[in-house]
C-alpha cells in the first residue's frame, strides 16, 4: 500500500529553503538521503517506516526538490539546518535517520544539538572519512575537480530523478560540484560520536563501502558489544549495530531487510 505524503513544501531555515513531506501518523521519524538524491531514494521503505510513525523526509540543501543555494555544503551547517527545521516544524524529540551523506548530516545533528534528537540511526556512513574502504576514498578525492564527473553522473539515474523534481534543473553542475568537494573533505568526529547521549543503531551492509569490522569498532567505542548481555540482558546497551547480509551500499537504501532493522530499534521503547 502508498501512503501519499499528508504534508509536503519548503520551510526556511538558515537563510536557505528545504523541502519536507510528511507520510503516515505517529512518533516521528526525520529521513536523510544520500548524496545526489532526494526521499525518493528510500522507494518502498518510506511506506514501510511510516506504518505505525510519522516519516519527515527532508531533501538537503541543494538536493531534489530544495533550490540549490549559495551556500557550500558543510556537514556542520547541515546539521544546524536540520535541527533549525526539526523545530520550525515542531517536530518533539524525532527520531532521526541519514544514509551516507546523510547519515553524516545525522551525524552532526546529534552531535550539534543533542537535546533536540531521540534516536540516531546512522545508516552506511562512518565517524571519520577514512572509515571508508581506501578504494571508496580514493574514488571521492578523485572526483573533486573533475568535470567528466558532472556528465557521468548527469547520465545516471541520479541525473535524471534530479531532472524530474529539481525547481531548477540547470543547477545539477553547481550540486556536482558542491557534493564532490564535500565528499573529498577530510573529518574525524570519532571523539564526538562516541560520547553521543542518545540511543544510537548503526546499519550497513555486509558489503558496504565501510568494513563491518570498521562498525563494530564504532559500535564498541559506543559502548556496545563488550560483554555478554547474560539471560536477562541486563548486559544489554543502549545502542544496536545491525549488519546486513548480502547487502551493498547501493541498494541498503531499498533493501526490505534496512527498514525491518530500523523499525526494530524504534519499537524497542
Known sequence: MTITASRSGLASVNGIQLWH?????????VLLHGGFG??????????????GRQV????????????????DLRFETMGDDIAALIGELGLDRPDLLGFSLGGGVALRTAIQHPDVIDRLIVVSAPFRSTGWHPEQ??????????????????QSPLGAAYREIAPRPEDWPKLVEQVTNLVASDYDWTAEAAKLPMPVMLVAGDA??????????????????????????????KHRLAILPGVTHYDINIHPLFATAVRSFLDER
Open 21 to 29: 513531506e510528511t507520510h503516515g501518523e505517529g512518533k516521528p521519524l
Open 38 to 51: 532526494s526521499v525518493g531514494m528510500f522507494g518502498p521503505n518510506v511506506d514501510a517506516l511510516a506504518s
Open 56 to 71: 519527515v523526509g527532508v531533501d538537503l540543501q541543494g538536493h531534489g526538490h530544495s533550490p540549490i543555494g549559495d551556500r
Open 137 to 154: 576514498t580514493a574514488a571521492m578525492k578523485a572526483m573533486r575537480g573533475n568535470p567528466a564527473v558532472v556528465e557521468m553522473l548527469g
Open 208 to 237: 558496504d563501502g565501510l568494513a563491518p569490522t570498521y562498525l563494530a569498532e564504532c559500535f564498541a567505542l559506543l559502548g556496545g558489544g563488550l560483554r555478554d548481555a547474560v539471560w536477562d540482558r541486563s548486559g544489554m546497551t
